[in-house]
């Protein structure tokens, strides 16, 4: 029996689902129980994210599971981990990732740029609220927090013009039609590891690793793990406006990442580019050329 620590989310579901069949599909006849557990940030939704914690909200309680061996493995979205883990944990396998991108939705507007003057875009994520002041500066943007449904439900009910979330969320709950507009990335850059799916485990686990392991993608790991990089140079266990995605072509990574004002008067961004035996470098490297061009100061004034 292999037990999956997840939340009760339907996406959270999907996503062990999904995980579960890809195992049994490496070994027919796994006995696996999935374990569907509330987080805080499940509970806490009446507040920003930002001040209700952050993105550890989301995991605290699976990896909790792990620790005291109520469960084998944790199922996550990628962006919702925090960098720094627990010493006895590991991220030992990461998914192929689905679309990375945001997506755009809305009742009455084609598309971003048709958004009249002050229109309501709800979305309670401080990378997305910096770049989209960047853009559009006249825009009102309003905090919105719970599941998939429960967004798309509030943009029904009228209390937005459009709201933004990430397409892989979107795609895995059969909801493409809902799709208005798919933001490319120098319009939106993704937060680090969207559309990536995690697998936390025990370190030294030797039985578990053997399971999971036919589910990595090494291609999606590197890649993520450069995100990881870069944003664990910059503070990046906080809810903070920062983005990156990385590429590989062969041996090369691409990695492009943005640090912004949350009010979006400034965006600092570039690209770095490095081989796949470097992730680390590549990532942190990159960081220190957003640090030294004032990103630094951006952060210290948003931690403080």
Request: net charge neutral; with cysteine.
């Amino acid at each position: 029996m292999t037990r999956i620590a997840t939340r009760k989310s339907p996406l959270a579901l999907w996503q062990a689902e999904h995980v579960r069949q890809k195992l049994q599909e490496a070994h027919p006849g796994l006995n696996i129980e999935l374990i569907g557990m509330q987080t805080q940030g499940d509970r806490f939704l009446d507040a920003p994210l930002a001040y209700a914690g952050g993105k550890g909200l989301f995991i605290k309680e699976l990896e909790q599971a792990l620790l005291a061996d109520q469960a084998d493995i944790a199922v996550h979205s990628m962006k919702d981990v925090t960098i720094d883990l627990p010493e006895q944990l590991e991220l030992a396998v990461i998914l192929a990732r689905e679309d990375a991108r945001d997506v755009f939705i809305s009742n009455h507007y084609a598309c971003l740029d048709a958004l009249p003057e002050a229109a309501r875009v709800g979305t309670s994520s401080v990378r997305r609220q910096s770049q989209l002041r960047h853009r559009r500066p006249d825009l009102t943007i309003i905090d919105l927090r719970g599941n998939v449904g429960t967004r798309l439900r509030r943009l029904d009910a009228g209390e937005y013009d459009a709201i933004i979330l990430a397409a892989a969320g979107i795609r895995r709950l059969g909801l493409s039609d809902r799709i208005t507009q798919t933001l490319e990335q120098d319009v939106l850059l993704p937060a680090i590891g969207q559309g990536a799916i995690g697998i936390e485990c025990r370190k030294g686990d030797v039985t578990t690793l053997d399971l999971i392991r036919p589910l990595n993608n090494r291609d999606t790991q590197l890649c993520v793990h450069a995100e990881r990089a870069f944003s664990g140079r910059l503070y990046g266990g906080c809810q903070l406006p920062i983005a990156a995605h990385a590429t590989i072509n062969g041996q090369k990574l691409s990695l492009t990442g943005l640090v912004g004002r949350i009010d979006g008067t400034e965006i600092i961004r570039d690209t770095a580019q490095g081989m796949t035996d470097h992730i680390e470098e590549t990532g942190r490297g990159l960081a220190e050329r957003l640090l030294s061009r004032g990103a630094d100061k951006i952060l210290n004034e948003i931690i403080r």
